[in-house]
């Protein structure tokens, strides 16, 4: 079993270190310089090199498709789920002019028998409004992403210097 509890933990550590010295103890400041150090010696041994031009455009290019897809995408999803929506709200309505009329006919089976179909159109209502919150965020969130884009500028510079 994984023990999350840090302070519970802290005070094992502490009583394992008091009952034997021995007990390797960790520095996480230390290790986190010793680990910056190293990444700083390999990143000085083999430095980044530059992409060409057009694999560079090429990249952005696709990002920005994707990002364009995606939005477009979400968004198409979004409107299926609110007519997804939509749709059974109007099967509820019809379900329950259907019990009302059957109520004024005093058909009681034909009443409970739609009480039963309401009950499970009101499920199908609540799961379909809850995923039409999430498609319409993640809708948003596409959006936001294409907006935020920062790749335009480097992409005319780019354009430029291939000459397309």
């Not at 008091?18 to 400041?29: H, I, K, Q, R, Y």
């Not at 952005?60 to 749709?87: C, F, S």
């Not at 028998?113 to 995923?131: C, D, P, R, S, V």
């Amino acid at each position: 079993m994984l023990n999350t509890d840090i302070t519970r933990m802290s005070f094992v550590a502490t009583a394992l270190r008091e009952s034997d010295p021995n007990l390797m103890v960790v520095d996480f400041t230390q290790h986190e310089k010793t680990a910056k150090a190293v990444r700083d010696a390999r990143e000085l041994a083999n430095p980044p090199k530059p992409l060409p031009a057009q694999v560079e455009y090429n990249r952005l290019l696709h990002r920005l498709y994707n990002l364009t897809e995606d939005a477009k995408n979400t968004d198409i999803y979004a409107n299926n789920q609110a007519g997804n929506v939509k749709g059974i709200e109007e099967r509820l309505d019809n379900q329950l002019k259907k019990k009302k009329t059957a109520a004024a006919n005093g058909n009681l089976r034909g009443e409970r028998y739609l009480e039963y179909g309401i009950g499970q159109l009101e499920t199908e209502l609540f799961e379909a409004k809850k995923e039409l919150k999430r498609a319409t965020n993640n809708s948003a969130f596409a959006a936001r992403a294409l907006k935020e884009f920062d790749g335009h500028p480097r992409l005319k510079e780019l354009k430029k210097e291939l000459a397309l």
